[in-house]
């Protein structure tokens, strides 16, 4: 094809831009925008799409995170940590037990929670024990710290006069404030350059004769002589089109889909439950000690309305429960050895795993043999990152018949993997507190192993106060965390943006 003869097909918007950067030879979509004339930036962006198939100019794009302050209030309050070091340098000098920072009244037990593992993280501060109590003292870079401004203060107070993108930013301050719930927002930024290619340099040099063009005559066109003075669109039938998209169901419910009939093939039932539950059911029935860490704030969203409920209807099973925490029961154990209070087993919560579901179902049914799962939301008080989100997907399942053991459980957690196309995973020793023996399954995934979640045989002390005396194998895992390796993905947030393109693109099977 000859210059002329392309030069000819080039409809009106085409022959603008390249008209705006015969000179500049490149730019980007707002500033071609602006020297070319026209009134929209899709008309730009579309001309562009069809220069490039045509050969005449590039479209690069450069992805980077563009950082604002959600909190504008931010700014005016100083940091946790700065004000508990503060108070234990000014009440206490410079050492105090976290029960006499409780006692001022000045914090809430999740405000020192924070304001500590900040205080650890940055070295202002060690952390002993004295008897049963917590003990900190102030190192003298903390003493330091309260006349200075530390990195994150002065990037908070940067975001606070506007967004600042990605090289705008030290990579470790920024990544400490995205750590802090609701103090800074990250987003994804996309700008794009168009350029002239040599091709394309050549034909804005031609005489494009740019003239109004239409894509239909009317009578109006033709009664005024209007027509002499106008383009008639030419079409081409081999131009590029766009690819159309019907509507599908969103990847996460496929990838469900699938989860749900590898375990039915492989002779499971399903089992559902609620949102809302208690500890008594979450936590206590599975052993979890009432000091375990996962019970903190920091780990676990309680509610407020309701904050208790009555365990009444549980009354003895709450009784073996307490039992089974103080002394081990008839399980052969020596129990937590600890006062078991029955006011922080009626506290209400979001679940923080599907297991309640299962051990639910084995006080429901105890009769052998059963094999369950369960695919349900979870939620847990973490700061989001590239493997953590604090409401996701997990993956549960129990197998208890005459003959299991600890082989059949990592047989099946290799037969399930290989279903869903993850060939190859590690099993490791591990601990939890419900089960014994415990490991974490992983995958090598984006150049590190990846846990994907835990599994083992449930306790004595779990399963036989509910009147199960064979093993009961059990394991629960992320599905998000499953989707990375399957999708390709190196961010779990990557699965809920609702990113319109990787939608589009996603397989349907």
């Not at 200075?148 to 400490?176: H, P, Y």
């Amino acid at each position: 094809m000859t210059d002329n003869e392309l030069v000819s097909q080039l409809n009106y918007f085409e022959k603008k831009v390249l008209a705006a950067l015969k000179d500049i030879g490149s730019g980007s979509p707002e500033h071609i925008l602006e020297r070319a004339g026209l009134e929209q930036l899709v008309e730009v962006m579309n001309a562009a799409s069809w220069l490039q198939a045509k050969g005449l100019v590039r479209i690069d794009e450069a992805v980077t995170k563009r950082y604002s302050l959600r909190d504008k209030d931010a700014i005016e309050r100083p940091l946790p940590e700065k004000v508990v070091v503060e108070t234990i340098i000014s009440d206490f000098d410079g050492k105090a037990a976290l029960a006499d920072l409780k006692e001022t009244g000045k914090f809430s037990t999740d405000e020192i929670q924070i304001a500590i593992g900040w205080i650890r993280k940055k070295g202002w501060g060690e952390l002993s024990k004295d008897g049963k109590d917590t003990v900190v003292r102030i190192t003298e870079e903390g003493r330091k710290a309260i006349d200075a401004k530390g990195e994150d203060e002065l990037l908070l107070r940067r975001l606070a006069e506007g967004d600042l993108f990605e090289a705008d930013v030290n990579k470790d301050t920024i990544s400490q404030l995205m750590q802090r719930k609701d103090f800074v927002s990250e987003k994804l930024v996309t700008s794009r350059t168009i350029t002239l290619t040599d091709k394309g340099s050549d034909i804005s040099g031609l005489d494009l004769q740019i003239k109004e063009e239409v894509g239909q005559i009317s009578p109006e066109l033709i009664q005024s002589g209007r027509w002499r003075d106008v383009d008639i669109r030419r079409y081409d039938v081999k131009a590029f089109a766009p690819t159309i998209y019907g509507g599908r169901k969103h990847p996460i419910t496929l990838l469900i889909d699938k989860i749900r009939t590898t375990f039915l093939t492989m002779g499971f039932t399903e089992i559902t439950g609620d949102f809302f539950e208690n500890a008594f059911w979450n936590m206590d029935v599975l052993f979890t000690a009432q000091d375990h860490p996962a019970r903190e704030l920091q780990d676990t969203f309680y509610l407020s309305d309701p904050e208790t409920v009555d365990l009444s209807d549980d009354a003895e099973l709450v009784d073996v429960v307490r039992q089974v925490h103080e002394n081990g029961w008839k399980t052969g154990s020596l129990g937590w050895q600890y006062k078991w209070s029955l006011d922080e087993a009626r506290k209400t919560l979001l679940r923080t795993h599907t297991t309640v579901n299962t051990i639910r179902r084995i006080a429901a049914d105890p009769e052998l043999p059963f094999k369950v799962f369960s695919i349900g939301r979870v939620f847990r008080n973490e700061a989001m990152d590239s493997t953590h989100i604090p409401e996701f997907m997990q993956i549960e399942g129990i197998v208890c018949e005459e003959d299991s053991n600890f082989d059949m459980l990592c047989t099946l957690l290799k037969e399930f993997y290989k279903k869903m196309g993850v060939p190859k995973i590690r099993i490791r020793p591990s601990y939890y507190p419900y089960t014994e023996p415990s490991v974490d399954v992983e995958i090598f995934f984006n150049g590190q192993w990846m846990e994907l979640g835990g599994a083992g045989i449930f306790r004595p002390e779990v399963t036989e106060p509910l009147g199960v005396h064979k093993p009961v194998l059990a394991w629960g895992f992320g599905l998000e965390r499953l989707a990375m390796p399957v999708w390709g993905l190196k961010d779990i947030r990557d699965i809920y943006i609702s990113d319109i393109d990787w939608l589009k693109k996603m397989p349907q099977v």
